[in-house]
């Protein structure tokens, strides 16, 4: 039996486990997945102990890139990217990025086109640079990150009404359940930045409708959350680690038995 992980701070809320048994019951590996959480305090003497366990790991918040130096080589999208969610175990131990994979097939299922438009991406952490390497692969006119603590290029939310318009990305938290009340633009901001919104997308995937995308498709405008993201990373994931391409049928099969459970 191989044995594959995810490894994170904070695991709880993660549909990492029912995603992959579908994976695997639906192609007949024998396989499993666990949920391995890591205090940050021990993650340094923690990590290579699980690394000699398991043939394959998927990465979360917060060590998408505190997992670098623990790796022999990187694929070509990890380093542009500089973070990396999935590890590949054999001979060495190689690091991947299919967040950037997962974050395009996730426009292209709900219908939102960046080629030629102004991107806005909310936030600065490890999911905003597979963010960034998407959108630019796909054409983007150009992309803009919004942070809390602006510095360089970065604009502050305060900016937004003034410069946005576009596409807009929430690579925060704000929204996320338990917190599903909480949105990342300020309320008397919202209407504004919105009405110049060609397309909003959430990577939050629970709850299924955040704040943010509501606000969206009361207005008619194209929007999503994360689980098709999350649903299309572990299939890239799961084809890194088996060395072969999947079925375009896995991404059905997954949704119908996963998007219930929200």
């Known amino acids: 039996m191989k044995h594959y992980g995810l490894i994170g701070e904070h695991l709880g809320h993660s549909l990492s486990v029912p995603i992959h048994e579908v994976i695997f019951r639906t192609l007949g590996l024998d396989a499993d997945y666990q949920l391995i959480e890591i205090p940050r305090d021990h993650f340094s003497d923690t990590l290579p102990r699980v690394l000699t366990n398991f043939d394959g790991l998927n990465v979360t918040i917060p060590y998408k890139k505190d997992v670098l130096p623990f790796l022999d080589s990187l694929s070509p999208v990890a380093r542009n990217v500089g973070a990396v969610n999935t590890v590949q175990i054999g001979g060495t131990i190689t690091g991947y990025n299919t967040d950037v994979r997962g974050f395009s097939d996730m426009l292209r299922l709900s219908g939102i086109h960046v080629k030629g438009k102004p991107c806005f991406i909310l936030g600065t952490g490890g999911a905003s640079l597979a963010v960034f390497s998407a959108l630019q692969t796909l054409g983007a006119k150009s992309i803009t990150f919004v942070s809390r603590s602006p510095s360089g290029e970065q604009i502050g939310y305060s900016d937004l ?3 946005f318009s576009g596409i807009l990305v929430n690579c925060t938290p704000a929204g996320m359940y338990p917190d599903t009340a909480s949105c990342p633009i300020p ?24 704040r943010l995308t509501h606000a969206a498709s009361i207005r008619g405008i194209p929007n999503c959350t994360g689980l098709p993201m999350l649903i299309c990373q572990a299939i890239e994931a799961e084809r890194v680690w088996q060395g072969h391409d999947l079925p375009d049928s896995l991404y059905d099969a997954v949704y119908q038995e996963v998007s219930h459970l929200l």
Not at 187 to 210: F, H, K, M
């Open 187 to 210: 309320d008397d901001l919202l209407p504004g930045v919105l009405s110049r919104a060609e397309g909003v997308a959430d990577l939050i995937y629970n709850p299924p409708q955040t």
């Open 161 to 163: 009404p003034e410069q």
